[in-house]
């Protein structure tokens, strides 16, 4: 396996704007202020006081809401590429009625921004307060590490009677750029800000009705690798005590065609070193010298050379092994057992592709070639085009790529953490999800990436579901939060859903209209002995 390829690697012509177009969160709205609009007003009784000041905001549609609570410091100026530092609070009651802005990042989901004042979260709870705390949900959005917001919460709120808590992180070169000039552990300011902000959760929940000691992470793509980061983070230990990863394993493993700089629950993550090496060919091909300079330079300047984050003088835009936050990838401490004790729901959609579409059978051979190489022929064998059905191109590369990148992956990596903490493993085995707006719907997409999101953070207005959609829905939601409130997704209104063993090798198959049943058939379907062969850490 070439071990780097997609640190550095040069996305071919067809796959750039694939890059942009792959989500998950939804993009937040512009405040207000940034609109020339005054914020919203407040609520009669939402007002609470935080460790940083008293906060109040909106009440309506069942639920209460504190949008754009500063968690941290603005990483301006000397703050920068250093890690999060705790806000100078407020002495007048902060209106926290809109979301802050996104943190700094190119259009794709959303108009793009450039605010650096980003280190804010937004607190989700039930309308009417109860006596008991109730469980904590906080997301981690996903987008690459480079794209994206929170979404709403609302609906899990509303729904599941949880507390919901989305965070802005720091995102692309802003979150990860290592340098030298930086010194020692140096990248992952967006992992670090995650965990400040699951430390101002532990203290100031409380106030808002949770419980900190039932505080489950969850996230989809991006969101799924940073809850195995956190699992894998020495420095998040006791920070949470449960997590859901969505779709955490979707980097291509081999091959030309890259779309992220490695980053996902299996990759080979860039040492320190070698991103202090790309640090240094960012900052020449902006002309600094130091740390001083790139410092002194305008967010649009930075993300205009950070481009679509691949390429040899984009810096680093994804997790870095900096000694600190991360001794290692997390796969490697997940194959080694170096994890947090907590609990884990993990899956992944059957469908996974986050590369260019074959459309013909001369470009499934030519695809098959470019991104397997010597491993093609095999693959041809164990993928033979005869075998799908039209659009038999579409669907056999989907397949191959969905295989050997995520479905695979994701089940050895349930292997693997079963040995050392309770885990719950699934994929989503839904073809007729609403089809997101990076999909071609006049294609078989199937069970597409993040195809969960619909139903766990719908939007409004969305695509009226069928009856075995919306049953589908009230089952994930059920499952999403009952897990967060017990630590198991066997609740009322769901299928039962055994613990992955190594003796009982359980992955519960996610399937509309109230059919989800367990499987053990994962690995001989989806060639799984033949793909493992060539996932990291395997030997």
Not at 413 to 432: G, S
Request: hydrophobic residues 40%; proline residues 9%.
């Amino acid at each position: 396996m070439r071990r780097r390829r997609g640190f550095f690697a040069v996305a071919p012509a067809g796959a750039a704007a694939l890059a942009l177009a792959v989500p998950i969160g939804v993009s937040a709205p512009l405040p207000a202020a940034a609109r020339g609009a005054k914020a919203p007003a407040c609520a009669d009784g939402t007002t609470v006081q935080t460790d940083g000041g008293a906060v109040c905001g909106t009440a309506g549609d069942g639920v209460r809401a504190w949008r754009g609570i500063p968690y941290a410091a603005a990483p301006l100026g000397d703050l920068r590429w250093a890690p999060p530092a705790p806000h100078a609070g407020w002495t007048s009651t902060l209106r926290a009625t809109e979301p802050g802005s996104p943190c700094p990042q190119p259009p794709g989901l959303g108009p793009g921004s450039a605010d650096e004042d980003c280190l804010k979260l937004d607190v989700v709870a039930p309308g009417k307060p109860g006596g008991k705390p109730l469980p904590v949900m906080v997301e981690l959005h996903g987008g690459g590490f480079r794209l994206g917001a929170p979404s709403d919460g609302t609906h899990l709120v509303k729904e599941g009677g949880v507390i919901n808590v989305g965070v802005h992180y720091r995102l692309g070169i802003f979150g990860f750029m290592a340098h030298e000039g930086l010194g020692a552990h140096s990248g992952n300011y967006a992992l670090r800000d995650q965990q400040a902000a699951l430390r101002w959760v532990r203290r100031n929940i409380a106030r808002f009705g949770g419980d900190p000691g039932n505080v489950t992470i969850y996230g989809a793509s991006a969101g799924g690798s940073s809850v195995c980061a956190n699992t894998a983070s020495p420095a998040a230990k006791g920070l949470f005590q449960k997590g859901i990863a969505q779709s955490g394993e979707y980097n291509s493993l081999r091959g030309v065609d890259v779309q992220w700089q490695a980053q996902d629950c299996k990759a080979v993550l860039p040492s320190e070193r070698e991103a202090q090496r790309a640090g240094a060919r960012f900052a020449d091909a902006l002309g600094c010298s130091d740390i001083a300079c790139l410092r002194a330079l305008p967010v649009a300047k930075l993300l205009e050379q950070a481009g679509e984050g691949i390429g040899a003088d984009v810096g680093t835009q994804g997790p870095v092994v900096d000694g600190e936050i991360l001794p290692m990838s997390p796969g490697q401490a997940l194959a080694e057992g170096k994890v947090n004790d907590v609990t884990l729901m993990h899956g992944v959609d059957r469908d996974e592709v986050q590369l260019p579409s074959a459309e013909t059978p001369a470009q499934y051979r030519e695809f098959v070639r470019r991104q397997y190489g010597p491993l093609a022929d095999r693959v041809f064998e164990l993928y033979p085009l005869e075998r799908f059905p039209e659009p038999s191109a579409f669907i056999a590369y989907r397949t191959i790529v969905a295989d050997s990148n995520s479905v695979c992956p994701a089940l050895l990596n349930d292997e693997r953490l079963a040995r050392h903490i309770t885990v719950f493993a699934y994929q989503t085995d839904n073809p007729d999800a609403p089809p997101m707006f990076f999909l071609d719907p006049t294609k078989p997409n199937g069970s597409y990436h993040v195809s969960e999101t619909p139903f766990l953070a719908p939007m409004p207005g969305g695509a009226e579901l069928t009856p075995n959609q919306e049953a589908f829905g009230r089952q994930l939601t059920a499952q999403w939060t009952g897990f967060a409130r017990t630590g198991n997704p066997t609740v009322d209104g769901t299928p039962y859903w055994p613990r992955f063993t190594r003796r009982d090798p359980a992955v519960l198959s996610l399937i509309p209209a109230g059919d989800s049943q367990v499987t053990h058939e994962i690995a001989q379907q989806h060639h799984c002995r033949f793909w493992n062969r060539y996932t990291p850490f395997a030997h």
